[in-house]
């Protein structure tokens, strides 16, 4: 099982950016999947949430109408389409997948992609 994000780096104040999750070994159609950031210093905390049939689940206050949660699940995909970037985004972001089965509860991460949003 595995979930590779990509996508991060460094862009100004202003600026967009685009991260991806790669998903594989797992039935990735059946998850419900989520990004979520940890600042420096602070807890990792949820940004945006997307169920199995791509319904929103939910977004950080902080980041509605300015981030967009998307899946491709022909291509096992999740993305986190970032605009207006502010300084207070600067975090780790990290991709996470979530679903039953066989009445189990499986939860999967990925090792994450640091964004830096600095002038």
């Known amino acids: 099982v595995q979930l590779v994000e990509s996508g991060g780096g460094l862009v100004q104040p202003g600026g967009s950016l685009r991260l991806s999750c790669a998903a594989s070994?797992?039935?990735?159609?059946?998850?419900?999947v989520s990004w979520y950031r940890q600042a420096p210093g602070k807890e990792r905390e949820l940004v945006a949430a997307?169920?199995?049939?791509?319904?929103?689940?939910n977004y950080a206050d902080s980041v509605k109408g300015r981030f967009t949660i998307s899946r491709d699940n022909a291509e096992n995909t999740v993305y986190l389409q970032m605009s207006s970037l502010k300084p207070d985004g600067t975090a780790v972001y990290y991709c996470?997948?979530?679903?039953?089965?066989?009445?189990?509860?499986?939860?999967?991460w990925g090792q994450g992609t640091p964004v830096t949003v600095s002038s």
């Open positions: 070994g797992f039935t990735f159609s059946s998850y419900d």
């Open positions: 996470n997948a979530r679903g039953v089965e066989m009445w189990r509860v499986y939860e999967y």
């Open positions: 997307l169920s199995s049939v791509g319904d929103v689940l």
